[in-house]
Structure formats: C-alpha cells, structure tokens
C-alpha cells in the first residue's frame, strides 16, 4: 500500500513545485518516490531537463537506496567532459556501511556534477531528490535509454519487494 503526496512552496513570491511523491512504510521505515523521473532496478533516478534542444539528464539516487546504505561520507564523481555509456560507474558513494559505485542509466557526457558534495556529502541523505543530485548527463540517446527505465509505482513495487526480502534474512 502506498500513498500519493502532493506539496508545492512558494519561493520568494513565486510559485516553486515540489514533485509528487509515492510513500509507503515498511517495518518502521518511510520511503518516499518523486513521481516526475524514472528509476533503474537498483535505485537511481534519471530526470529528463530539455534546454533548447539538447537533452539533459540529472541523476541521482533514490530515497530508499540512500536509506538502505546509510551515513554518506564521501561522494566522489567523474568529471565534467567525462564520456560515460549505460552501466559505467560516474559516482562512488562511500557510507558508514559500504561504498557504492552507481552505474549511469543513460549514455552520453557529464556535462555538470553537484559541487554541494565537496563539503556535505549528506545533503543525498538530507534530499536524495532535490539537493542530493549527483550529476547531469548531456544524454546521446535518451529516447532508447528510456525505455529500460521504470516509472515511479513500477519502481515502487521492485522497492517494496526488495525491502521485504531484506526484512525476512
């Protein structure tokens, strides 16, 4: 069971939206899902940004795989220039429990990387969907890349599964 939550603020005198959000509890752990990008099996997010003709993604995390993997420490990621197909690592997430490499879903070039991470790594833990961003991607093909990704109920479903398997180990 999930539920749909809407929020919007207003930000010195303009209107800023707040994306939607899926929400479901599992054990005592709250997870939420941004309704406005798509998701790989793993848990990172693609949000497709077009600036006149060129197509951008941003990348980051999701709230559950920041929440399943703790404390982040350390971020390090891939720089600006840097050619990337699907599945290459361009971050390295280093919590109190493990380091992460997250595989890029998208093909192309990095085009911008959050520099929030060079003095507050866990701004991801803090806002995995907003602040905690880790890169943008300047995408080559985001059309067929796309289509490997999950919209967020699809997303929320391999997440509730994956944390009830956790909670019967």
Known sequence: MYTHILWSLTVVGKMQTIPEFLRTTIDKFTFLVAT????????VWALWIQLQGVNRV???????????????AFVSLRPTGTAIKV?????DIET?????GVA????GTIVQVNETFTLKPEAINEDP?????????????WEADRVRLLD??????????????????
């Open 36 to 43: 406005d990008r798509l998701y790989t099996p793993e848990g």
């Open 152 to 169: 967020a109920k699809a997303y929320l479903a391999v997440m509730q599964s994956q944390a009830e398997e956790e909670l019967k180990s």
């Open 129 to 141: 969907y907003g602040k905690g961003w880790l890169a943008e991607i300047e995408a080559t093909n």
């Open 58 to 72: 941003r990348l980051g995390v999701s709230d559950f795989m920041q929440q399943h993997n703790g404390d982040v």
């Open 104 to 107: 890029s879903p998208v093909a």
């Open 87 to 91: 599945g290459d690592e361009f971050a």
């Open 96 to 100: 109190m429990k493990v380091t992460i």
